[in-house]
């Protein structure tokens, strides 16, 4: 069941009851009450579709018009109220028409045609012009879109009329336009050969206009501020003589520019697993540079084994080695096909995997206890924030609608869904790997004292993965251990447990998620699910045309990121003395096995 939630309130009414019942969709993400209407539906209501001030409205609200050419539909339309902050005097402008479906090409025409350049700009306008450039991935190429407005740009008529004084209005919009598109992808633009074309034959058009049109001096100095350039001369020096060289003084500023984003591929961190047994391996946040022996002076003191002794390994899927030397890439994307990167003694260097699996892991000290929980937390935050602060907003179009290549451009997204998933398996390892009861039981109380820090820190990415790693099936059954549990600890720990309640859509995260201000860090396998469920339940495309009021939607979802990253956390929040605690957050030792974890569990708690 589908309906536009564009509406603000549904009404259901049952011809059996004979009452109404309403349902309240107030925002376009609180979809918490969809259960409820899925039921209606089942009990044979009827549902209306109505607003709030519906009997205020004119009748001509809501109207659809269907522009067609050559006796094919192209634009379908909606006419709607304009919000009353909406720039524009006149009567007609408290109308507006806001796309429903259309071809691409049409869809871009009519956000041209719709733009204002006051100084405060329409913000509906702004809203669906961003979901234009948010989404336009999932239906044109970039090739594609430069074209179209470059034609835009350079068009002579306009709707098939002569129209001198709108030109320099058109190439002003289009330049609006682009330098929203070049502040919302930043360097992602700098990677695509189409895109480096489009700008430098955009910004040379300006400069040849700006003589023409005075009016585009503005423009030309917005652009060459979002692409970080520094114009050397006034409009006035450039006559046509000397055009040509300033030109080319231009476009190398431009070419360093967007070369910028290859220059540092080799500073991009990845996350790097070191085994240290067949199950459990340091994960360690590095460059991809980065040598084997940097790497293994990590692991060394991750378990606590001196670095001379080490040595690091990778081993293929077939089950062939190749010790590392020190010099070596150890975390090359070449790599990734050997297989894994194991540790190993050097005075055993046969066996490959002398780290015996229950005597080193069992033996290994339980730094956590004498760590401060708010620290600790705090570091998580730290860690977790300059993740999602990575993340841009077209990772989650390309993750949910699995476009060919996406595994490139959702590197940063898929960096902090595996910390989600390793910071709920490093608390199960910390808990399974201590065999006394007593410390066991403090390791409880002191992860349920992080969760509720990560919460008040308004990091519900760590704050989920910790109360999902308590309960972990292996060790939730630990009845010894949580009989032991102070009732305070168990009290606080059932309401941390109640904000990751699934039911109702997860309605209890979502209304406390949204008390909170920014800067936040949200569930991220949540906001996924929201964007896919938009996604599966709407399709993309309606009798051959853009379904745009579906790509509003999962723009709007996607533009939670911008919301929780209004502010920023200030600086490095961690104390500087505690490098030992940020080593550890940074390098979790994790055991990556379910079967293993088990086996641990019931040796520790044997089955009664």
């Known amino acids: 069941m589908s309906w536009d939630c564009g509406f603000k309130y549904i009404f259901a009414f049952s011809p059996t009851l004979k009452a109404g019942v309403m349902c309240k969709l107030q925002e376009r993400e ?26 205020d409205k004119s009748e001509h609200d809501g109207e659809v018009t269907t522009v067609r050419e050559q006796e094919q539909n192209v634009l379908v339309l909606r006419k709607v109220q304009r919000s009353p902050a909406s720039p524009g005097g006149s009567a007609d402008s408290d109308w507006r028409y806001v796309v429903v479906s259309g071809t691409p090409e049409k869809i871009l025409e009519h956000l041209l045609n719709d733009l204002h350049l006051e100084e405060v700009q329409d913000k509906e306008t702004e809203t669906l012009l961003d979901d234009f450039l948010l989404t336009y991935t999932v239906f044109m190429t970039t090739d594609d879109l430069c074209q179209a407005l470059l034609r835009h740009y350079s068009a002579k008529k306009y709707q098939g009329k002569e129209e001198n004084s709108d ?62 350039m520094h114009r050397r001369h006034t409009v006035d020096e450039y006559s046509p003589q000397r055009k040509n060289k300033a030109l080319f003084h231009q476009f190398s500023l431009k070419e360093n520019w967007l070369q910028h984003r290859g220059a540092v591929t080799e500073t991009e961190e990845i996350f790097c697993h070191v085994y240290i047994t067949e199950h459990s391996y340091v994960s ?24 001379e002794d080490l ?49 080193e892991s069992q033996q290994r000290p339980l730094r956590i206890l004498g760590m401060n929980t708010w620290d600790l937390a705090l570091e998580l935050m730290n860690f977790d924030w300059s993740l999602f602060n990575s993340i841009h907003e077209q990772e989650l179009i390309y993750f949910t609608f699995s476009r060919q290549g996406s595994g490139e451009h959702t590197a940063n997204l898929s960096l902090l869904l595996q910390r989600c998933n390793e910071v709920q398996l490093w608390v199960a390892t910390e808990i399974l790997l201590c065999s006394q009861l007593g410390k066991r039981v403090q390791l409880v109380k002191k992860f349920i004292k992080i969760a509720a820090h990560c919460k008040a820190q308004r990091n519900l990415n760590s704050f989920f993965a910790i109360v999902m790693g308590l309960n972990t099936a292996s060790v939730s059954r630990l009845s010894q251990t949580w009989e032991k549990i102070p009732g305070k600890f168990k009290k606080l720990f059932s309401e941390l447990e109640s904000l990751t309640d699934p039911s109702l859509n997860h309605k209890a995260y979502r209304d406390a998620f949204k008390k909170m201000k920014p800067p936040k860090i949200p ?15 709407n399709k993309t495309f309606l009798d051959n045309l853009v379904n745009f009021e579906k790509l509003h939607m999962i723009a709007d979802t996607v533009r939670t990121l911008r919301h929780c990253r209004a502010n920023q956390f200030g600086g490095d929040m961690s104390p500087k003395e505690h490098q030992e605690l940020k080593s550890y957050v940074t390098h979790l030792y994790v055991i990556d096995s379910q079967q293993a974890l088990f086996e641990l569990s019931h040796r520790i708690e044997p089955r009664a």
């Not at 918490?32 to 209501?45: P, S």
């Not at 080695?321 to 894994?340: C, F, T």
Request: proline share 3%; charged share 30%; hydrophobic share 40%.
């Open 284 to 307: 360690v946040k590095a460059k991809v540079s980065s040598t084997a022996q940097e790497v293994l002076r990590v692991v060394a003191e991750k378990i606590q084994h001196a670095e």
């Open 167 to 228: 030109v320099p209005c058109r190439k002003r919009k289009v330049l609006h336009l682009v330098s929203q598109w070049i502040s919302l992808y930043k360097d992602w633009l700098h990677e695509d050969e189409h895109s480096k074309m489009f700008l430098k034959t955009i910004y040379r058009n300006v400069l040849d206009d700006v003589y023409e049109y005075p009016i585009l001096e503005k423009e030309l100095k917005e652009f060459q501020k979002i692409l970080g």
């Open 523 to 537: 569930f991220m396998p949540l906001l996924l699910k929201d964007v896919t469920f938009i996604h599966e339940g």
């Open 30 to 55: 609180d979809i918490g009450r969809i259960e409820l209407v899925q039921k209606l539906a089942r009990e044979n209501c009827q549902f209306l579709q109505t607003d709030k001030k519906e009997q």
């Open 311 to 359: 040595a690091l390994v990778a081993v293929s899927f077939s089950g062939g080695k190749r010790e590392l030397h020190p010099n070596d890439l150890a975390i090359s994307k070449s790599l990734e096909a050997s297989g894994r990167i194991y540790v190993y003694r050097k005075d055993l260097a046969d066996t490959l995997n002398p780290l015996a699996e229950n005597e």
